[in-house]
């Protein structure tokens, strides 16, 4: 065993083929055979399908209506949350550990809990009196409300740790308080904030599930619409060449960013999150902290709260009636089989999933973080690539695809085999950093003692990265859970996951299915919700013994 890289040698090879392979075979494959689909015909290259997108004015719509929407979307997610951002991180007031917890909730909740949330809210019936279905407003607001978070965490992270007496400095000169925030700490934060503009653009111009259910095909983005051409049409070469164009707008997101943030890279002057916020002093101050938290905590809290609310509404009264309903057979419902039954799919899915995330993305950080060199380096960049894959153009390609050597797509493993592939990446960044932190000594100390490679990873390694291992098993089992966009390209009728099943529902008329979409949204909330809150105490607990 290699002093420095435990993990070199043919042991490391062994070791990085099981990730490759999976990784290759069921995310770079069905990526590839998405471009055959829609760059040939019979194995001749054919650009019609592409060419179609430009001789047809309603898919050019699309195109265009998924751009502004994501635009649109990103701007009123800056505009709610960098002024709370800014309370958040220079001022200490009662209950803000609570608050930064709260406002993280929404990002983790599954596409379909937000999106009926907001027809609780916004529907017939909701609090407001109003109904925005099908409307491009509704789809706005869920976007804001699912991706405050990314602002508030990435850019909090570094504004708090800003050093406050820079821009004091520039007040004393004579400067403004708008002058010297302009001049001192923008500057500083704008790679932060840009960062944090790209990953909102980039999750609402891939939005699928809220955009189908509050937007319908009216408000169709490129994500809907390949999947109505693959499902309902079955024009998979056209599915396949839009999947191609949102592949080539992700791409230069992602390009941009990264040339973006290679040019402005620099070190800031970092202090403690504790050195830096203070409480408010001036009445100003302390408005300023109320309207905006308070603002936001009302903002985040209204759809879920009307969400449970709606789900217990029984006439004039309240009850557990949906709740009851969700064990009844009701055909028009979920794909023949009671709701229950799809409650026992997806926890039986998200063990499934979870496991195999486990499985391969500890392998793949051990590579990581033991190999080292240029080679990891790539490896680990490719680990990433299917968080920033649409999971509606990973789903197609698995319908694609996964036909030879053996027919998967039949199979009920082919969906935590989905799952897994979205998984994999939180497993292996929540564990790459403790392994790399385990010290060499330690490893040493063992191997001087007599212990064999493999008892020195069990013995020292394991433990001290154990904990570290749930929390990526709770990031991947609360992503399975929640995963829409590629389950409906190849969930089978009779087995439907939550998700699933609360869609249908929701296509359905009638209170009584509303009623049951509402009530397992609710409880998919909570398992989530619960998922979450688990993590982030393993987390404190992690952190307590580094």
Do not use: C
């Amino acid at each position: 065993m290699d002093r420095d890289r435990p993990l070199t040698g043919v042991a490391g090879l062994a070791i990085l083929a099981v990730p490759a392979l999976f990784l290759g075979y069921f995310f770079l494959y069905p990526l590839a055979s998405i471009l055959i689909t829609g760059l040939t015909s019979d194995g001749v290259p054919d650009l019609g399908p592409l060419g179609e997108i430009a001789s047809r004015p309603r898919l050019l719509g699309i195109a265009w209506f998924t751009l502004w929407q994501a635009v649109a979307s990103t701007l009123l997610t800056l505009v709610v949350a960098l002024p709370a951002t800014a309370a958040l991180s220079r001022y200490e007031f009662w209950g803000k550990r609570f608050v930064r917890a709260a406002v993280t909730v929404p990002f983790v909740l599954p596409t379909v809990v937000v999106a009926t949330a907001f027809l609780a809210l916004l529907g017939p019936g909701g609090p407001l009196g109003l109904d925005l279905r099908r409307s491009i407003w509704a789809i706005l607001a869920a976007h804001v409300f699912y991706n405050v978070a990314v602002v508030v965490r990435t850019v909090g992270t570094a504004w708090e740790r800003l050093d406050p007496r820079l821009e004091e400095a520039a007040r004393t000169l004579g400067a403004t308080r708008w002058n010297a925030f302009r001049a001192v700490t923008w500057p500083l934060l704008r790679p932060a904030v840009v960062s944090a503009t790209s990953i909102v653009f980039l999750f609402t111009f891939t939005s699928f599930g809220v955009v189908l259910i509050l937007g319908g095909l009216e408000y169709a983005t490129l994500e809907v619409e390949i999947w109505r051409q693959a499902t309902a049409l079955i024009d998979l070469p056209l599915a396949a060449a839009l999947s191609l164009l949102q592949l080539v707008g992700v791409t230069g997101i992602l390009v941009g960013y990264a040339r973006y943030q290679q040019r402005r890279a620099h070190e800031l002057p970092l202090l403690s999150a504790r050195a830096t916020a203070r409480r408010p002093a001036t009445w100003r101050e302390r408005g300023f902290v109320a309207a905006t938290v308070g603002g936001l905590v009302a903002i985040l809290g209204a759809p879920l709260v009307v969400l449970a609310e709606r789900s217990l509404r029984v006439g004039d009264g309240h009850g557990l009636t949906h709740y009851r309903a969700l064990a009844e057979l009701d055909e028009a419902g979920a794909a023949f089989v009671p709701p229950t039954t799809a409650i026992g799919n997806s926890l039986w899915f998200a063990v499934v999933a979870t496991a195999l995330a486990l499985a391969v993305g500890l392998l793949a950080a051990a590579v990581i973080a033991y190999r080292g060199g240029r080679a990891s380096r790539w490896f680990d960049a490719l680990l990433m690539l299917p968080l920033g894959t649409s999971a509606v153009t990973l789903g197609f390609g698995f319908l694609v695809a996964l036909d030879a050597p053996i027919d998967l797509r039949t199979s009920a493993l082919l969906i935590p085999l989905a799952h897994a592939v979205v998984a994999i990446p939180f497993v292996v960044r929540t564990t790459v950093p403790i392994m790399r932190s385990v010290r060499h000594r330690l490893r040493e100390a063992a191997a001087v003692l007599g212990a064999p490679p493999r008892a020195v990873w069990r013995l020292v390694d394991l433990p001290l990265i154990s904990r570290a291992a749930l929390v990526g098993a709770g990031f991947a089992f609360a992503v399975s859970l929640g995963e829409f966009g590629a389950t409906s390209f190849i969930v089978r009728p009779d087995r439907p996951t939550i998700p699933i099943a609360i869609f249908r529902f929701l296509g359905q008329p009638g209170a009584q299915n509303l009623g049951r979409a509402l009530a397992m949204s609710t409880l998919l909330m909570l398992i989530t919700a619960g998922a979450i809150l688990a993590i982030d105490r393993l987390r404190v607990g992690h952190l307590g013994e580094f």
